[in-house]
């Protein structure tokens, strides 16, 4: 399969990437972002684009895939909900809806988070722009959308978080992840899961479109 990953640079970006590169089924693997990845490898192929919310003068680099894992996104510390707005909503739909109208046969899966208000009226203000985003999203003409919401994510393979404030977060508790998937296995998974499940999703589908961790975890496994 061909694959389109946005947000490669990212903590669950840089793991769903591994993945791909690992895996047999992904022959190639297109990502686009502001910087580049910093990686080589057969399967892989950039565009480095500036400009996230216009996609017109590179729409011929974008077709024949068949899917796009969209990790990109940005805490919301700090930020005003229309400035959270237009780079969570805004640029995640600018993106969207190039490929749907390019790849009619495309799987889109969307890592979102916990939490996700799908009214989009509760109190939380990120939680109500990702369930914004994410019902936006149900709505364009792609085969299918995935929307993953995972709580805690274990990052592997010497991945970090780009944000400090995460990787002092993670470098505390990395220690306490054993107890925490031992009082929590339903809330944690990892980057290395979040990659392996999309894949797996592509090739053969998930009975729901809204996973959690547990969902995550299972999805990961091969059967």
Known sequence: ???????????????????????PDV????????????????????????NLFDYSDVTADLTGFDACFFCLGVSSAGMKEEDYERVTYGITLAAATTLAQLNTDMTFIYASGMGTDSTEQGSVMWARVKGKTENAL???????????????IQPLHDIKSRTKLYRMMYALSTPLFPLLNAVFPHSLTTTEKIGRAMINIVMHGYPKQVLEARDINRAAITE
């Open 27 to 50: 022959k190639q693997v297109k990502t686009i972002g502001r910087s580049a990845t910093g990686k080589e490898h057969q399967k892989l192929h950039e565009i480095v684009h500036r």
């Open 1 to 23: 399969m061909k694959i389109i990953l946005f947000g490669a640079t990212g903590m669950v970006g840089q793991g769903v990437l591994r993945e791909c590169l690992l895996s």
């Open 138 to 152: 149900l709505r364009l003409p792609f085969k299918s959308v995935y929307l993953f919401r995972p709580a805690f």
